[in-house]
């Protein structure tokens, strides 16, 4: 690590300690040339895979963009943005412990629907009905009886 005022490489750690979310380290140092102290930030980096859109075009991951989904679905629900963006981490864990560096956006978008599936019935309804491009009502209600069924059985 360069020390931000000598730019020397040589320095110890004084202080580690973990942020609140658990995800990065903060460590206090010390320049071991002119004792100048400062502060770096370790975060571990995810390496997401590339999506293979249906029409053949490859995007990043992008994390926003599922989360602007799900917000759409879950509007007007009793649904909290901590429980929203929970849901994102799975979807994103999901992806990263496939290990692919490519996987078709099929796949990531049937992750978001079961997540759904579990989380509140509406939500999921109208992101699979938007996602899975119902050609007309029938479908539709078949989608709609499947979850009835399930609710159902659920209570026997």
Same mark, same amino acid.
């Given at each position: ?10 320095? &110890?750690?004084?202080? +580690?300690?973990?942020?609140? /979310?658990?995800?990065?380290? *903060?460590?206090?140092?010390? =320049?071991?040339?002119? !004792? ?39 509007? &007007?629900?009793?649904? +909290?943005?901590?429980?929203? /963006?929970?849901?994102?981490? *799975?979807?994103?864990?999901? =992806?990263?412990?496939? !290990? ?57």
């Amino acid at each position: 690590m360069k020390c931000p005022s000598c730019s020397n490489l040589e320095n &110890k750690v004084i202080d +580690s300690r973990l942020n609140k /979310e658990g995800d990065s380290t *903060r460590r206090r140092r010390e =320049c071991l040339s002119c !004792g100048e102290r400062f502060t770096t930030y370790e975060r571990i980096e995810k390496t997401l895979p590339f999506l293979i859109k249906q029409d053949g075009r490859r995007e990043e991951f992008d994390r926003e963009k599922v989360l602007a989904g799900i917000k759409k679905a879950c509007q &007007k629900r009793p649904i +909290s943005i901590q429980e929203m /963006e929970a849901l994102v981490d *799975r979807v994103e864990q999901y =992806c990263q412990e496939r !290990g692919e560096k490519e996987m078709s956006a099929v796949v990531v978008g049937e992750k978001v629907v079961q997540e759904l599936y579990q989380l509140d019935d509406v939500a999921y309804v109208r992101f699979a009905s938007v996602y899975r491009s119902f050609k007309d009502v029938n479908e539709f209600m078949v989608e709609l009886k499947d979850i009835l069924k399930h609710k159902e059985d659920g209570m026997k």
